[in-house]
């Protein structure tokens, strides 16, 4: 059966796309004249930048208007601190309302610029991406290279104490899978949407965020499996940036621990580890499946995924899209939930990440399917942030921006002239090569930010 989509569906589902992207454009500069632009991932709820919506989102802007792309990217990149860290949120030119402000994990309960805490860290390989599709831009490649060492280094040296080549989250939302029901045994009282949310939030501001002596002291944490996959994929993006085979050497080790600690063979599964005894987390979350985007996976495992699970209509085969949660899990929920969205519905990144390995693997009817459904949501109810896996109804926030990444798994019809770009300068508010040091030296706020007892706020970098 053919699930092709028309080169005039696919054109306007591109252009479509395109709108979202462009309407939640934000740019601006602040007080001390540090630049930035992004799109936010949906106005008025989600109006600051979130790390890995701007890379998804960078990811949709390299096929319209690179030059976009380039500036979300390194937006993202001026928003953190001299010794690698970017935060997970950054709020730019709208601090955080004062309802859901004691709730961020920020260093105070007011003034911060930006969290303390991370998300899954995937900005090498949207970097990679983006300059891939910037062939007029060639030093954009190279321009950040020290960032996103530094970055990297980062996560290594403060997320993995143990040194077994898996980093760590201390927060549930660190993944962007906010809410997953996989967390509920490991934060407890203290997971999303409970009362005791507040207090995990407190007693990291109290530690100043100091990742290596929470995760000693506390078993609040986890190896997750998402976050460590786009890990290993980001560091092979920087090892064919930089040339430098140490990083492929990183990955691998990322790559064979998941392996050696994560896979479950006779639930044919990938668990996440939890606490200090790393105990795993036996709940069916699409982030089970996520080594499926690994290319070095072993093709045995890969196919026992996809055919066990991924394609299995009792567990993650629905009629629309890919739900976040095993459908055969006590936890699952279809639709929307008391605020509660990793749950079951169906999200774009999840296909984004798991629909080219299907393809890889030869399974094209299936991925056709998959892309087809998807197709015929976003045609029904718009880009939404996401969809009963069901029946396919749009939930919650409506023109999401990382949703576009629909259009990623698309052909581009053929002979398409590309849209007219916004204005924007041919390569918006850039770093000129060679300048990245003198400007790391001249970091706002650097002095006295790196005294603060881990209290240092934004930093421009670029």
Same mark, same amino acid.
């Given at each position: ?28 500069? +602040? ?41 979300? +990217? ?160 980001? +560091? ?32 044919? +599964? ?193």
């Amino acid at each position: 059966m053919s699930h092709a989509i028309s080169d005039q569906r696919a054109g306007a589902l591109r252009r479509h796309a395109h709108e979202v992207l462009a309407g939640n454009w934000r740019e601006g500069h +602040l007080g001390d004249g540090t630049e930035y632009g992004f799109s936010c991932p949906s106005p008025p709820r989600y109006r600051h930048q979130w790390y890995w919506d701007s890379c998804f989102h960078a990811i949709v802007w390299r096929l319209f208007e690179p030059a976009r792309a380039r500036a979300e +990217l390194r937006t993202l990149v001026r928003a953190g601190r001299l010794d690698g860290f970017i935060p997970h949120t950054v709020f730019w030119h709208d601090a955080a309302g004062w309802r859901r402000a004691p709730f961020y994990a920020t260093h105070s309960l007011r003034g911060d610029r930006a969290t303390a805490h991370v998300q899954t860290p995937m900005l090498a390989l949207a970097w990679e991406m983006v300059a891939d599709a910037s062939p007029d831009h060639p030093a954009f490649r190279v321009e950040a290279l020290d960032a996103l060492r530094l970055h990297y280094d980062w996560l290594a040296d403060h997320r993995d104490p143990d040194g077994d080549g898996l980093i760590s989250i201390i927060h549930p939302d660190e993944s962007g899978l906010d809410d997953s029901p996989k967390y509920d045994g490991v934060f407890g009282w203290m997971r999303h949407y409970m009362p005791g949310y507040f207090w995990l939030v407190e007693r990291s501001r109290r530690m100043g965020y100091d990742s290596r002596a929470i995760i000693e002291r506390y078993d609040e944490h986890v190896e997750d499996v998402l976050v460590n996959v786009l890990y290993a994929l980001s +560091l092979r993006a920087l090892a064919r940036l930089t040339g430098d085979d140490a990083w492929a050497a990183r990955a691998a080790r990322v790559e064979a621990s998941l392996l050696e600690r994560c896979w479950d063979e006779r639930a044919g +599964l990938f668990w996440d580890l939890a606490g200090r005894l790393e105990r795993p987390v036996r709940v069916s979350t699409w982030s089970s499946l996520a080594p499926l985007a690994l290319p070095s996976l072993p093709e045995a495992i890969a196919r026992q995924l996809v055919e066990e699970h991924l394609l299995n209509p009792a567990r993650y085969g629905a009629p629309y899209g890919i739900p976040s949660v095993a459908m055969d899990e006590p936890s699952f929920r279809a639709g929307w939930h008391l605020y509660r969205c990793w749950r079951g519905p169906a999200w774009m990144n999840t296909a984004w990440m798991l629909v080219p390995p299907l393809r890889r693997l030869g399974y094209e009817e299936e991925a056709g399917r998959i892309v087809a459904s998807l197709a015929a949501v976003v045609e029904r109810h718009g880009f939404r942030e996401y969809y009963n896996p069901l029946n396919g109804e749009g939930l919650a926030a409506r023109h999401f921006g990382w949703s576009t990444l629909l259009v990623d798994l698309l052909p581009a019809p053929p002979g398409a002239a590309p849209p007219l770009p916004l204005p924007l300068p041919p390569d918006w508010r850039r770093s000129e090569p060679g300048m990245l040091g003198e400007a790391w030296a001249a970091g706002r706020e650097a002095a006295s930010s790196l005294v603060d007892n881990g209290r240092r706020r934004l930093l421009r970098i670029f």
